[in-house]
């Protein structure tokens, strides 16, 4: 097997998932900020017990929607600031549509280093209103 093949192999995909995903929460083990992931269909979490939304992910393939369902938890939950950091832009169209159910202070975070901007979701949901924002699915 090539390292192209290897690297683009579902298997390897979702082992890497997996590792990435425990290292990260070792990482987070005794930080102050909650840290949730999901690895196959798992929950895990560094300090919240997170475990009634393994039913809800179990039937969510996409990781656009189970972040989004995280955010909604923590925010049901009582977190003071949410801050969301997906991979692509199906997210911010998501929380957006979600936002009245989301803390009041939530943020999108884009893109990576020196780039990388925290942008408030009020503005944006105030901008464009309740109809158009209920429009957005």
Do not use: W
């Not at 798992?42 to 369902?69: G, K, P, W």
């Not at 939950?77 to 009245?100: C, K, M, N, S, W």
């Not at 803390?103 to 109809?131: E, Q, S």
């Amino acid at each position: 097997m090539s390292v192209k093949q290897f690297l683009s192999s579902a298997k390897t995909k979702d082992e890497l998932t997996v590792y990435l995903s425990k290292k990260a929460l070792r990482h987070f083990k005794d930080k102050p900020k909650v840290f949730i992931v999901t690895s196959r269909q798992e929950v895990l979490s560094n300090s919240t017990d997170v475990q009634h939304l393994c039913c809800y992910c179990s039937s969510q393939e996409e990781a656009d929607t189970r972040i989004i369902l995280h955010s909604l938890d923590v925010s049901r939950r009582g977190a003071t600031e949410l801050y969301i950091q997906p991979p692509d832009t199906d997210v911010f169209v998501l929380a957006i549509h979600r936002y009245h159910e989301l803390y009041r202070n939530a943020y999108f975070v884009t893109g990576v280093g020196n780039l990388k901007r925290v942008i408030p979701l009020g503005p944006i949901v105030n901008a464009l209103g309740t109809a158009k924002t209920e429009a957005l699915l």
